[in-house]
């Protein structure tokens, strides 16, 4: 009767959490965007709704006044702000410290090898001594890690994403507008694919046609968007060669941030990062693994080379044998098992061959859920079985064009997805806006029409269709 009770207790906390979450998520979203347009003057929902966005079905009203009704009682109690820190901690406004990495002493490339940072930037997550690829997370509900994943970004100086960050002053706020940033900061675990190296030296790659590079004082902007796990399986990481790679690695975990999927050596690259958790009730402690691969030059030669025994590189899954073995140990070691894989083909709507067929089989091996990127569109969300796929997250903040684009967020808990959520957005003119009100809703329609086993509601949550 106890133990039923304690499952009760627990499926009840849950659900009233992810509620009040998702409705003080919902009225700061429109709250900040409404003084974010006013301050950039931003047009309003109808001129933006008519950008780069196919209207697929009929608007639906915004759950809004609903949420606005199931928290009346509460705020009344408590100003928003601390309602959003009651659940998330302290919203962080400036750029964070981590004092165990602002004076790093000098190493050899040996000692550097496999150091990784003993804290995040923001604090949510925790080095476990024993193994460097292991983290405690801190969750803002209990019992309940959220995740949130952002697709393409790019920090080039000779690219219009940084021109825009110098005409704003060299500050991200304005560039990422004030509801995006503050849903990346909230997040337990906030990941982006990292499209670029950092470094201030070396040189591009000889016979590559597009080769991006960052300075390395630049790492501050990931910790300005929350960022705690960079991506690095993809096909611009070794774009400075080999050391503008491990310069990437060193600058990354100095700034607090964690990798995954590139690494000084095969064993490091393909390596999951796992995020530990304990659920307040059972005490009962849970294991999410994060395992990142790149298919993409999808030939015998890569200019973007695969880690090897004792080489830098990038976890290369174009032969999925590494990445199965890989996920299935994952699987093995933890309790629940993201993929984020690059794959697929830029500026194709539809997914590809080698999409179609890595899906199953990677499902099949034991992930839990799928995130993609790299086509820099936003791709279909479909269910292979119980695990939901996200071909692609699109490009997030990577350069001028006018594109849809998103966050999705993954709430997970000891008995696996308690929510899937995505979050609309739009990048124009190098700047990512959260996209209110209509143009939020004409985005999710014309999701809804790509995907043929998912849907996404009105509010943003990402479930099976039923027919």
Same mark, same amino acid.
């Given at each position: ?15 009233l959490?992810?509620? *009040?979450? $998702? ?5 700061n979203l429109?709250?900040?965007a ?19 966005v ?29 309602? *959003? &820190? ?7 406004t400036?750029?964070? @410290?981590? %004092? ?5 002493p000098? &190493? @050899? ?9 003993? $804290? ?10 024993e /193994? %460097? ?7 803002s ?6 995740i949130?994943?952002?697709? /393409?970004?790019l920090?080039?100086?000779?690219y219009a994403?940084?021109?825009? $960050? ?12 004030? %509801? ?15 499209e ?42 070794y ?20 990798t ?16 530990k ?19 993409i &030059?999808?030939?015998?030669n ?21 990445l ?9 070691t ?5 993929v984020?894989?690059?794959?697929g ?5 539809? @997914? ?15 992930a839990? *859920? ?5 086509p820099?569109?936003?791709q ?23 594109l ?16 899937l959520?995505?979050? %609309?957005?739009i ?5 990512v806006?959260?996209?209110?009100? &209509? ?7 014309y ?16 479930l099976?269709?039923?027919?």
């Open positions: 009767m106890r133990m039923k009770f304690q499952k009760l207790l627990a499926v009840f906390l849950l659900t959490s992810a509620v *009040l979450i $998702m409705g003080l998520l919902l009225v429109s709250r900040d409404r003084a974010e347009r006013a301050r950039q003057n931003v047009p309003d929902n109808a001129e933006i709704a008519t950008i780069g196919t209207n697929t079905g009929a608007i639906l009203e915004s759950t809004e006044e609903t949420y606005e009704d199931l928290l009346k009682d509460y705020r009344a109690q408590k100003d928003e702000d601390s309602i *959003l &820190e009651s659940f998330y901690g302290e919203v962080v400036e750029t964070p @410290s981590n %004092p165990h990495t602002e004076q790093v000098d &190493e @050899s490339e040996e000692d550097l090898a496999l150091k990784t940072p003993p $804290m995040t930037a923001d604090g949510r997550m925790y080095a476990v001594a /193994d %460097p690829f292991t983290y405690r997370v801190k969750p509900a209990p019992g309940a890690v959220t949130a994943f952002a697709g /393409d970004i920090m080039d100086p000779g994403t940084m021109a825009r $960050m110098r005409q704003n002053g060299g500050t991200i706020e304005g560039v990422i507008d004030a %509801p995006m940033l503050s849903l990346m900061r909230a997040a337990d675990v906030m990941m982006v694919n990292n670029f190296p950092f470094t201030d030296r070396g040189a591009p790659l000889q016979g590559k046609q597009f080769t991006f590079h960052a300075k390395t004082e630049w790492v501050k902007y990931l910790n300005d968007m929350g960022v705690d796990i960079a991506g690095l399986a993809n096909n611009h990481a774009d400075y060669g080999e050391i503008g790679l491990t310069d990437t690695l060193d600058t990354i975990r100095s700034a607090g941030i964690v995954v999927g590139a690494g000084r050596n095969f064993a490091e690259a393909a390596h999951p990062v796992y995020l958790a304990t659920d307040p009730v059972s005490k009962q402690e849970f294991t999410i693994s994060i395992v990142a691969a790149t298919q &030059e999808r030939y015998n890569p200019h973007t080379v695969g880690a090897t025994e004792n080489k830098p590189g990038v976890f290369r899954c174009y032969d999925v044998t590494a199965l073995e890989q996920v299935r140990m994952a699987k093995a933890s309790d629940y098992c993201i984020f894989i690059h794959w083909s830029e500026r194709m709507v539809e @997914s590809d061959w080698a999409q179609n067929a890595q899906a199953p089989q990677i499902v099949e091996a034991g839990d *859920l799928i995130i993609g990127a790299h820099h569109i936003l279909k969300i479909e269910y292979i079985g119980n695990t939901p796929v996200v071909y692609s997250l699109g490009n997030y903040w990577f350069n001028s064009s006018t849809n684009t998103c966050l999705v967020t993954a709430t997970i808990t000891k008995d696996g997805l308690f929510d959520h995505f979050i %609309p957005a990048q124009k003119d190098c700047t806006n959260y996209a209110e009100g &209509e143009a939020g809703q004409r985005i999710i329609n999701m809804n029409s790509l995907s043929t086993n998912a849907t996404i509601s009105p509010d943003g949550k990402i099976p269709r039923t027919q």
